[in-house]
């Protein structure tokens, strides 16, 4: 059964940078079809897509944060990695590693959805 | 960049109801619609992908349907488990991923 761990520090000061690791197990993060992403949620709030990579390196990222996101892949470790700079309270969030998962559909094109999740982990930006 | 609607926000229900929450795409996505389950505390769950294919281990009880800008998730008899926030995602292309706000079940 395939599982992700998110892990880093709960506590980050404001103009910082946030960094997170998620570990995968029982399954290889090389796997054809198979994106690796991340996804955050405020408290009491609804969810944001934040970046999803490739195993090859390939990234992705919401354009509203690509000018603080940077997302690494190390497949040696089975592990991508995410990093937000320059933090405010905004930023404070329950943060999951995901799956972010290739279908090809019947109508003859590729949807893209999250069938994997972490359990999440709640990074607190404050000084 | 595709916006995503839910309605209602929240519903009240007992066990046995059925349940319709509703999405509604900004634009036409086929049926490129993802349905999810988050209970308190807890990572969401993936319910239905392809608007309306059940994902393996999902109680028959969910059901849905929709394509186009039109979307519908169905509970035809609430069990007292599925009390929880339900999110759509549209999911044809990225960047970016979007998702509804949310509809929040709860019980009557």
């Known amino acids: 059964q395939l599982q992700l761990q998110e892990s880093g520090p709960g506590l980050v000061k404001p103009s910082e940078t946030l960094s997170l690791t998620c570990t995968v197990s029982g399954g290889s993060i090389s796997s054809s079809g198979y994106y690796w992403g991340w996804i955050r949620q405020p408290p009491g709030k609804g969810l944001e897509w934040i970046a999803t990579i490739y195993y090859s390196g390939s990234t992705y990222y919401n354009p509203s944060l690509k000018s603080r996101v940077t997302m690494s892949v190390d497949t040696s470790k089975n592990q991508f990695s995410l990093k937000l700079r320059s933090v405010t309270a905004a930023d404070t969030a329950v943060f999951y590693c995901?799956?972010?998962?290739?279908?090809?559909?019947?109508?003859?094109?590729?949807?893209?959805?999250?069938?994997?999740w972490g359990q999440g982990t709640l990074v607190t930006v404050s000084s | 960049e595709t916006q995503m609607t839910q309605s209602p926000s929240s519903v009240s229900a007992s066990v046995g109801d059925r349940v319709t929450i509703t999405c509604r795409a900004s634009?036409?996505?086929?049926?490129?619609l993802v349905w999810y389950q988050q209970k308190p505390g807890k990572a969401p769950k993936l319910l239905i992908y392809?608007?309306?294919t059940l994902q393996s281990g999902v109680p028959s009880r969910f059901s849905g349907s929709g394509s186009g800008t039109d979307f519908t998730l169905t509970i035809s008899s609430l069990q007292p488990e599925d009390f929880a926030t339900y999110y759509c995602?549209?999911?044809?292309?990225?960047?970016?991923?979007?998702f509804g706000q949310g509809t929040r079940l709860e019980i009557k």
């Open positions: 995602q549209q999911a044809n292309s990225f960047p970016p991923v979007t």
């Open positions: 634009q036409d996505i086929s049926n490129w």
């Open positions: 995901v799956r972010h998962r290739e279908y090809y559909d019947t109508s003859g094109y590729y949807i893209y959805f999250f069938d994997y």
């Open positions: 392809a608007a309306s």
